[in-house]
């Protein structure tokens, strides 16, 4: 059959902006159809679309299908391992029908969470990077940066339930700030254009902080470097402020060097999961939900195919909060 699907028009170098997107025709076959019902969006996608892509993960090229994690709907199957009605994740990206083998889909749970969308989420990355790079535990003061996003508004309260004794998060609008303290726990969060990052923790995190989890980089892992304890953890997780800009304006890279030097254990890691580092989170996740305490933020945005690439830039801007994803009308 013949399907939508969005395409890159050309690698990003500067400000992304809709001329890098097309909507295409293209024939989808395979042992199993899909119909896309849900497409996930994520900040880390923006490098994966530049030609000096970072990522160690093949760059998308023009006139490749962009995106990554979708559910949908069988619709069509010759394989016994999945039957037509079925809820399955896939990583076919930005288009309203996918097909391929059975093993390339995963079944998922309808009833395990009250809206498949949670399936989306950027929880996969939040709980490893606290849990398993960070280590977060009994005690720890945690700063979280883009903590309104779909990872930091998850990546906060992972904290919290480990048993950290402290967690802080930045944010860009004050609306926003108050947002993580009001209704996702956090014990304090500040509008990171509000004066320096390092003057903020100073104020906030006194005897300094004991776990930075980024995913912004730039000026906060300035200031989360000149308050970290001897000691402290940086899980690094993105670095959202050398993504955007042209190549001139994004900013360095964290100097290893100077952390080192202040005792700072750098954790960079990738946001690529394993199946079962996948497992780990949906078992976490439910239980937390259940217990009542854990709140799941998420933006979901109405519309066609074509108005994913709008969705992405309006992510990008920092108009929604938490995990975004794009249901299909």
């Known amino acids: 059959m013949i399907a939508r699907e969005i395409q890159l028009t050309a690698q990003i170098t500067g400000t992304p902006t809709l001329d890098h997107f097309t909507v295409a025709e293209t024939e989808v076959d395979g042992e199993v159809l899909v119909r896309t019902d849900q497409i996930g969006l994520a900040a880390t996608y923006l490098e994966l679309m530049r030609a000096d892509c970072t990522i160690p993960a093949p760059a998308w090229q023009p006139g490749q299908r962009v995106g990554v994690a979708v559910i949908g709907t069988v619709v069509r199957s010759d394989s016994p391992e999945l039957e037509i009605g079925d809820l399955v994740q896939s990583m076919t990206g930005w288009s309203e029908y996918s097909a391929g083998p059975a093993d390339s889909y995963l079944k998922l749970n309808r009833e395990l969470f009250a809206d498949p969308g949670y399936y989306l ?11 398993e790079v960070a280590s977060v535990g009994e005690g720890d003061v945690v700063f979280v940066s883009g903590a309104a996003g779909g990872v930091g508004s998850l990546a906060g309260q992972i904290a919290k339930c480990l048993g950290a004794a402290r967690v802080i998060g930045s944010a860009g609008s004050l609306a926003k700030a108050d947002y993580l303290v009001n209704e996702l726990g956090y014990d304090a969060a500040f509008d990171y254009h509000d004066g320096s990052a390092a003057d903020r923790l100073r104020a906030l995190a006194p005897e300094g902080i004991s776990v930075f989890f980024d995913v912004v980089g730039g000026e906060q892992y300035q200031g989360a470097l000149q308050t970290a304890r001897p000691g402290a953890r940086f899980a690094l997780c993105g670095s959202l402020s ?19 030097a202040r005792g700072v254990e750098l954790l960079p890691f990738s946001c690529y999961h394993t199946p ?29 195919i074509e108005d994913v690439p709008q969705a992405f830039l309006s992510l990008l801007q920092g108009s929604y909060r938490g995990n975004v994803s794009v249901r299909l009308s």
């Open 121 to 131: 989420g950027q929880g996969p990355t939040a709980y490893y990077g606290m849990a």
């Open 242 to 260: 050398s993504q955007l800009g042209d190549a001139a304006q994004r900013f360095p890279q964290p100097d290893r060097a100077a952390a080192e």
């Open 276 to 304: 079962d580092q996948i497992a780990a989170w949906h078992e976490a996740f439910s239980s937390w939900l259940g217990e009542g305490p854990f709140v799941y933020p998420q933006t979901v945005v109405e519309g066609g």
